[in-house]
């Protein structure tokens, strides 16, 4: 039975680290220790309380808030889970069989909290509530665990009321923080220095071929297929490997460097990418959308009559806005990841062109487009190539920085015409 770090692929140093981590708490837990006193990034080793008299800190190895980080795919939020399941594992070790390990593997643990944000930005209402929550103590009788996922989409009045909660830890609490990277934009550096940091890497593709071959049961040359193409992303690759639809959209993004001959194609290419990642946006939120908007007129009492019924009638168009605006938010953050997914696929293209160029001795990441590129790569030559590739990842840079996805995508087509 694989226990609960299995999943993590690729990411040996820090399963290390978590295993050592997780045991370390259920040694304070024994010991019944009160508090994680002290426990900062350099590893824990402020806590005065003694395993038994065995002169062993029970805590060193063991921080109450940690900060996943690593490329898209990597499994920050996989690594998070398990680390999750680890602390509440009657083992302390992440067995994967124990009720603890089961409970918060399948997300109903009462003592772990996953906070996935669905818009652009976690907000400060959402952070408090979720702060006050996490003080309490602990159901099972072992660790509140609060997951934040994305936690670079925290507002920064949110970041100020997690802070202040990590500064002054409940003693059973521990925040599990997930970013891509280190960097201020990410995550304040006041937070950062109070976490422990896990680096994930890009996993190899060997790696994310091996989990979809032996997790998913998926053939194993589509699984070394699709893990090429997914780029080192291992949801992206087990999308790939099993949903025709996203196969689809992945050919359509590598057709549109051929369709680019001139101005009005680049226009055309641009619409299309932009409309692709709308529709596609569209069916993977508009399900939530309806049900969510269903529950809350049903916990509304709607077409309800007698008194009160226009008081309470008139609070519910508030609640039923307020749902509006958070559906809005999170349609809009779905077309934007589409969309990334979609340059991302294209920058892999232009990366292969760029390596196929330079004869450099590595594998191309889209195998079925490999003679395009090839092609593209006598045409353009490295420097074409590269400029290309520039492109694609300035594009990226500037819908992060807010430009208009429809511009900065016009602007890139006509940068990949021209060269
Ligand atoms: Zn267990």
Same mark, same amino acid.
């Given at each position: 039975m694989p226990d609960v770090f299995a999943d993590l692929v690729g990411q040996d140093e820090a399963v290390v680290e978590l295993r050592r981590a997780a045991a370390a708490a259920a040694a304070v837990l024994r010991a019944g220790a009160a508090a994680l006193v002290?426990?900062?990034?350099?590893?824990? +080793?402020?806590?005065?309380?003694?395993e038994a008299g065995t002169g062993?800190?029970?805590?060193?190895?063991?921080? +109450?808030a940690w900060i996943f980080t690593g490329?898209?795919?990597?499994?920050r939020s996989v690594a998070a889970r398990a680390f999750a399941a680890a602390l509440q594992c009657v083992h302390g070790?992440?067995?994967?069989?124990?009720p603890g390990c089961h409970t918060t593997m399948g997300a109903t643990n009462a003592d772990v909290r996953m906070v996935v944000p669905e818009g652009l930005s976690i907000g400060v209402g959402e952070m408090r509530a979720l702060v006050l929550r996490a003080a309490s103590t602990p159901s099972g009788g072992r660790w509140q665990v609060v997951v934040i996922e994305d936690?670079?989409?925290?507002?920064e009045a949110a970041g100020n009321a997690l802070l202040k909660a990590i500064e002054?830890?409940?003693?059973r609490t521990v925040f599990l923080l997930c970013a891509p990277s280190t960097h201020p934009d990410d995550i304040s550096v006041t937070i950062r220095s109070r976490c422990r940091v896990v680096p994930l890497r890009q996993p190899p593709a060997a790696a994310v071929a091996e989990v979809l071959v032996r997790r998913?049961?998926?053939?194993p040359d589509v699984a070394q297929w699709a893990a090429s193409a997914a780029q080192g992303h291992v949801g992206r690759a087990r999308r790939l490997a099993r949903d025709p639809e996203a196969r689809k959209r992945r050919e359509a993004v590598l057709a549109v460097p051929r369709r680019l001959t001139g101005v009005g194609a680049a226009f055309d290419a641009a619409s299309a990418l932009i409309e692709a990642a709308e529709a596609e946006a569209e069916a993977s939120v508009t399900e939530a959308d309806t049900t969510e908007r269903a529950a809350l007129e049903t916990a509304l009492g709607a077409g309800g009559t007698g008194r009160g019924a226009a008081g309470a009638l008139r609070g519910a168009a508030g609640q039923l806005k307020e749902l509006e605006k958070r559906q809005k938010s999170r349609a809009t953050r779905a077309q934007r990841d589409a969309l990334d997914r979609a340059l991302v696929d294209l920058a892999g293209f232009y990366r292969d062109a760029l390596t196929m160029a330079l004869r450099a001795p590595v594998a191309p990441v889209h195998t079925d487009t490999a003679a395009l590129a090839g092609a593209g790569a006598q045409k353009w030559d490295a420097d074409g190539a590269l400029r290309r590739l520039e492109a694609v990842l300035a594009c990226r840079a500037a819908i992060e920085a807010n430009v208009k996805p429809r511009i900065a995508v016009e602007a890139m087509m006509l940068a990949l015409w021209k060269g």
């Open positions: 002290n426990a900062g990034p350099a590893g824990g +080793h402020g806590s005065a309380a003694d062993v800190d029970p805590s060193a190895g063991m921080t +109450h490329p898209p795919g990597s499994g070790t992440g067995c994967g069989e124990c936690a670079d989409r925290l507002t002054e830890p409940p003693p998913d049961g998926i053939a």
